[in-house]
């Protein structure tokens, strides 16, 4: 089977996250490997969820592997049919391209990761390589999460990683972190035609997003030397019951892209210095801040020996992404991570008719 043969089979999995089912597609993954009979190689399907797993398989000698190869194999939902030109899970070859969602982001990565270790699967290892494919990424990592909490995954169980997210196979060795907030504002309802006996919960929030864009500007006022500055915005909003009713309640959604100076915990602090700035002027305005979920920034230094050979090997310098992925997590159980992966954002990714160039998913596999 081609590279772009099995990323095809997985795009022909629907996962997309929410709800995930990832199951099916770690399943198919489990007995590909099982199939190549590869010594030395225990395969192991995580399930945590109903319907949803990752899959993990460590190959060659045990202790500290040398490699962690990871790849996600949920993705963002299709969106509206009749914008795609052919069905988004029946993948389609055409000019060269694999059309299809999830070809870019990220499956036909896993494809070539998965082609890589099948084409030295008789080859005895020095140390051992461990690859993840992993559930739940674009709703915030919980698959990978769950690897790491059920022990599946241990600190330093790997020298370095890769994760082949799409870079356009640059090396990318840093990104901001992110942080999303749901903020839920609390009014009183009243009947529109006399608003004064009401607190309307929709016009206290546009004072708050008012707020928070004046707070983009203030964090762009520091920048770091890789990342740029960290930026904020309201991304949704949704409220009210009735056109003749003073909404009681609006909630927004706050998304912020965090350089590592800003934890989210100054951000969220932020936050609560704008309701507390407004209360001041009106005493009824009241608004709860929920963290939804939380990245943090990856960051490796231009000179570490990863970042230096993954640049010899693709013969470019490094770059930095300003998307997130799961290289904060290995991070932090100190797996020094890169991402490096064919694909590239202008390839419609997140959107309809996403595809890639079947030349980089080939290279995708000499490089890893």
């Not at 609560?272 to 209360?279: A, G, H, R």
Request: hydrophobic share 40%; glycine share 8%; proline share 6%.
């Amino acid at each position: 089977m081609k590279v772009e043969e099995l990323a095809a089979e997985l795009i022909k999995f629907n996962t997309e996250v929410p709800p995930g089912n990832e199951e099916s597609c770690a399943a198919f993954l489990r007995d590909y490997f099982l199939d190549l009979k590869i010594e030395q190689c225990e395969v192991y399907l995580h399930r945590f969820a109903e319907n949803r797993a990752n899959l993990l398989v460590r190959i060659g000698p045990q202790g500290q592997a040398g490699l962690l190869l990871s790849g996600h194999i949920d993705v963002v939902p299709a969106g509206d049919p009749s914008l795609w030109e052919s069905p988004p899970f029946e993948p389609k070859i055409h000019d060269g391209k694999l059309y299809g969602r999830g070809a870019s982001d990220m499956k036909s990565a896993v494809a070539a990761i998965v082609k890589a270790i099948e084409n030295y699967k008789n080859t005895r290892l020095k140390r051992g390589i461990i690859f993840a494919a992993t559930a739940g990424e674009e709703i915030g990592c919980d698959g990978l999460q769950a690897l790491i909490s059920d022990g599946k995954i241990k600190k330093r169980d790997a020298q370095y990683g890769i994760i082949g997210e799409p870079t356009d196979l640059k090396v990318v060795r840093a990104h901001k972190g992110g942080t999303v907030f749901r903020i839920t504002f609390h009014g009183k309802s009243a009947h529109s035609s006399r608003p004064e006996l009401g607190v309307n919960a929709i016009e206290n929030a546009s004072r708050f997003i008012l707020e928070v864009a004046e707070l983009r500007k203030r964090l762009g006022e520091i920048l770091d030397p890789d990342l740029g500055p960290s930026v904020i915005s309201t991304t949704m909003i949704s409220g009210g019951t009735k056109e003749n009713v003073i909404p009681e309640n609006c909630q927004i959604i706050v998304d912020c892209r965090r350089i590592p100076i800003h934890s989210d915990l100054y951000i969220k602090s932020e936050l609560e210095k704008i309701v507390n700035k407004i209360k001041m002027t009106i005493p009824d305005f009241n608004a709860t801040i929920n963290t939804k979920f939380n990245y943090d920034a990856l960051s490796i230094p231009k000179d570490h020996p990863l970042v230096v050979l993954a640049e010899k090997i693709v013969g470019e310098k490094s770059i930095v992404a300003p998307y997130g992925t799961e290289g904060p997590i290995y991070q932090s159980i100190n797996i020094p991570t890169i991402i490096l992966g064919p694909g590239k954002v202008e390839n419609n990714i997140h959107g309809p008719n996403e595809f890639i160039e079947i030349k980089q998913i080939h290279d995708a596999v000499k490089i890893y």
